[in-house]
């Protein structure tokens, strides 16, 4: 995933604004006209994954009920290596012979975004059944364009605290139904200083305490943020940024009771070894592995920051997504497709294990949150409500990515303080922007 992958150009505007958005809004209720008969058509359909469980059998499986489903479609599909997808679209819409449809990383549509290559299809959605609120917002925002709907969400996830219940019973550390609901950073801290010890030269001892490298979600808790409203300039240098930053720090170098990069992280200190308490990262296709594990595991949400921004508590979310294009010879049965695999596709994808939270919210509450399972997975449909995406740039991927990777492992390894850290932050953050804004004539 989306992903919850971490892999991988005009502004996206998060709130849908503009006529084509209210076109959007205004459809809330109906029911979808019978299916157009079409004439034969051939439907390129390209999906991350190549060699896998999700390339070369969820979605090519789905792929063949449509074709099954709506003969007078060809679906052509192709499972391209996750590491290759992005490029290998590239070079087909250089070559101008482009895939009809493909199924990515939303980093991908991030990268492209200023491409021009994208498929409106906000009057098609609007013309169909669905409304906005069917789907999770943050999801569904992330693929409009100045408030037009330039792709559709397939899944997504959010990074809730994964928890090895038994490392904590036997610290003697028991958990009250609902605490997550209200606990602190000061509760999580406790927590973990019950079960941490340290070594003679001084890394923490198994069991260790939080893997958790991710900035963003205390970054925005505290009402921070990565870039300005527009875009324009970096915002990590504000009063609720440092202050983020310094309790980022203080977890991995004071307190010590997150895991530092090369000396706490090791080899045989791993989550899923059952020697780590909480893994930072617990999105939902973490679960097939979780359910081979000898020990307890479950999923909350992280602690809240007092008096942050939403309640003290956002959530980083992660989404796949697809992404048409303009130069469809099959414009009309590709759109049908879409739609298809968002309903009836995203049920075949969920029934067959499953690759994201469904972005359909009647698939999700219907087929995934149903499906027997020894984990809350309504925590992770909890969390969509005070979700955000990483920065809507074209120049995330990889530049602005690479800058706050590097910065932010300075604040985990203590490399710099969060004041020196935040401010080089920033000054590569205004680097890049500038030199886009030069690119793009602005």
């Known amino acids: 995933m989306a992903s919850v992958r971490a892999r991988s150009r005009r502004q996206v505007v998060q709130a849908g604004a503009g006529v084509a958005a209210l076109a959007i809004a205004a459809c809330t209720t109906g029911t979808a006209a019978p299916p157009k008969q079409r004439g034969p058509a051939k439907v390129t359909f390209w999906v991350y994954g190549g060699g896998g469980v999700?390339?070369?059998?969820?979605?090519?499986?789905?792929?063949?009920?449509y074709q099954q489903q709506f003969p007078q479609t060809t679906i052509e599909y192709a499972s391209i290596p996750s590491g290759q997808i992005q490029e290998k679209v590239l070079v087909s819409w250089t070559s101008d012979v482009v895939p009809d449809i493909v199924m990515d990383s939303w980093r991908g549509f991030l990268r492209f975004m200023d491409s021009g290559f994208f498929l409106d299809i906000t009057k098609d959605f609007a013309g169909r059944k669905y409304k906005p609120a069917d789907f999770y917002e943050t999801a569904l925002k992330a693929y409009q364009i100045d408030g037009k709907q330039m792709g559709m969400p397939e899944g997504w996830g959010t990074s809730l605290y994964g928890m090895n219940l038994d490392v904590l019973a036997n610290a003697g550390v028991k958990l009250q139904p609902g605490f997550d609901e209200t606990w602190t950073q000061d509760d999580c801290i406790r927590m973990l200083k019950s079960v941490v010890r340290y070594e003679p030269d001084g890394k923490q001892a198994t069991p260790c305490?939080?893997?958790?490298?991710i900035f963003f979600h205390w970054l925005w808790s505290y009402g921070g943020d990565f870039l300005t409203p527009d875009k324009s300039k970096a915002a990590t240098t504000t009063?609720?940024?440092?202050?983020?930053?310094?309790?980022?720090?203080?977890?991995?170098t004071g307190d010590r009771v997150f895991l530092r990069d090369g000396i706490d992280k090791r080899d045989g200190v791993g989550f899923n070894l059952g020697?780590?308490?909480?893994?930072?990262?617990?999105?939902?296709?973490s679960l097939p592995d979780w359910n081979k594990y000898t020990f307890k595991v479950d999923v909350f949400q992280r602690p809240k920051v007092p008096g942050g921004r939403g309640g003290g508590r956002i959530n980083r979310m992660y989404i796949d997504g697809y992404l048409l294009f303009k130069g469809s010879k099959h414009r009309d049965a590709t759109v049908d497709f879409l739609f298809w695999l968002l309903d009836e596709g995203a049920i075949s994808i969920e029934k067959q294990g499953g690759v994201n939270i469904p972005a359909y919210k009647?698939?999700?509450?219907?087929v995934f949150l149903t499906s027997p399972s020894p984990f809350s997975k309504k925590k992770w449909l909890d969390a969509?409500?005070?979700?955000?995406t990483d920065p809507a740039h074209a120049k995330w991927i990889p530049d602005l990515s690479d800058i706050y990777g590097k910065y932010t492992r300075q604040l985990r390894t203590g490399e710099a303080g969060p004041s020196e850290a935040m401010t080089s932050m920033a000054n590569d953050i205004n680097a890049v922007l500038a030199e886009y804004r030069r690119q793009q004539g602005r």
Do not use: R
Not at 54 to 65: L, S
Not at 209 to 213: F, K, L, P, V
Not at 239 to 252: D, M, Q, R, S, T
Not at 277 to 285: H, K, L, R
């Open 209 to 213: 305490g939080a893997d958790d490298s």
């Open 54 to 65: 999700i390339g070369d059998t969820i979605f090519k499986t789905t792929a063949q009920e």
């Open 239 to 252: 009063p609720e940024a440092l202050a983020a930053a310094e309790w980022y720090a203080k977890v991995h």
């Open 275 to 285: 020697n780590v308490t909480i893994q930072g990262n617990g999105i939902p296709n």
């Open 384 to 388: 969509a409500a005070s979700s955000h």
């Open 362 to 366: 009647k698939v999700a509450e219907t």
